[in-house]
């Protein structure tokens, strides 16, 4: 059977050669289809429509390979922490993403799948095949960004098939993928966190990652102060802690005021969001503009370059 894997995977694998900045310490899988995904979400270069190779993901090559030449590097590694596969949408794509997610599970590793919307009786097979979370490509914080990056059904059946996915799997192991950047104001991002975190969800932070052979090629890359800011806020929910207080809107954009609160995390808010060990190194960004730190020296090793752009949104 046909799967893809991020390049970096297949390196921590020791299948290819490749000069990595980070390491990954979770494997990421992305289904195989010769054709693309069948929805057309502007910012993808898996969607059929898009022009772009479907070699990538993001910024990342993702060569195909066989899954059964993979799963036996798989089993017993200790530095693979955890594994993710990612579906696409085609010809009998469920029944396949079930088998794939049976044969990785029996590696033993913890494993997340991140998959459109399907009906919770699929959600229960996922699980008996051994998923142990799940991630939701939401990627739009409001229905009207929703409809203009054409993604696939409705923003309400996403929404009903996060509390389908929080009643399967828990409170707290379903991933909300929000990609920060498509055209909401900052308030608004700000609001769609809060909510999914109101639900039970998790957040995993994507900055937005304009790609050749996507409609949205030419659109600009966000603000990274603004994306520091989200960092800092999607941190203190995660951790369930109040952001009201420490919170100032002006204009959309949002500001924090100083609080030791957040100030002594920064180094953490920075991470990689998402399930645990996933680091989806340079996944969004080069390594000259980092939006996600994959791990902690890189964060050390930038810590003033981050206060810098910070320091344009902290209000006294
Ligand atoms: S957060 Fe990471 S490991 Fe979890 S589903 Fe998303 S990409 Fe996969």
């Known amino acids: 059977m046909l799967i893809r894997v991020s390049q970096g995977s297949l390196a921590m694998l020791g299948l290819t050669k490749l000069k990595m900045d980070a390491e990954p310490s979770t494997i990421y899988f992305l289904q195989y289809s010769p054709g693309g995904c069948k929805a057309s ?29 993979i799963l036996g590097r798989l089993k017993g590694n200790t530095r693979v922490k955890r594994v993710c596969f990612q579906a696409v949408i085609k010809d009998d794509f469920i029944d396949e993403a079930i088998e794939i997610s049976r ?8 494993l997340s799948i991140a998959i459109t919307p399907v009906n919770r009786e699929v959600l229960y097979s996922l699980y008996e095949a051994g998923v142990e979370r799940l991630g939701i490509g939401l990627d739009a914080a409001t229905p009207k960004i929703f409809r203009n ?7 309400e059946k996403y929404l009903d098939f996060i ?3 929080l009643a399967v799997f828990g409170e707290k192991k379903v991933h909300i993928h929000l990609i920060y950047g498509l055209g909401e104001s900052e308030e608004e991002f700000l609001r769609a966190m809060k909510m999914l975190y109101k639900m039970g969800a998790d957040v995993s932070l994507f900055s937005f990652t304009p790609i050749r052979g996507t409609p949205l090629a030419n659109a600009p890359q966000p603000s990274i102060s603004g994306y520091r800011v989200m960092q800092v806020l999607r941190f203190m929910l995660s951790t369930g802690q109040e952001i009201d207080t420490i919170v100032k809107l002006c204009g959309g954009k949002v500001y924090l005021k100083r609080d030791p609160r957040w100030l002594r995390n920064i180094h953490k808010a920075v991470l990689t969001s998402g399930c645990p060990w996933c680091n989806r190194p340079f996944y969004n960004e080069s390594p000259r503009m980092i939006y996600n730190y994959p791990n902690m020296d890189l964060v050390k090793k930038n810590m003033d370059k981050i206060l810098r752009e910070l320091s344009a949104r902290v209000v006294d």
């Open 149 to 155: 990056v054409n993604k696939p059904y409705t923003w």
């Open 103 to 110: 044969r990785l599970s029996s590696t033993g590793i913890p």
């Open 41 to 69: 979400c502007a910012f993808c270069t898996q969607a059929r429509v898009n022009i772009g190779s479907k070699d990538f993901l993001s910024r990342i090559i993702w060569p195909r390979v066989r899954l059964e030449d």
């Open 163 to 165: 509390r389908d996915g």
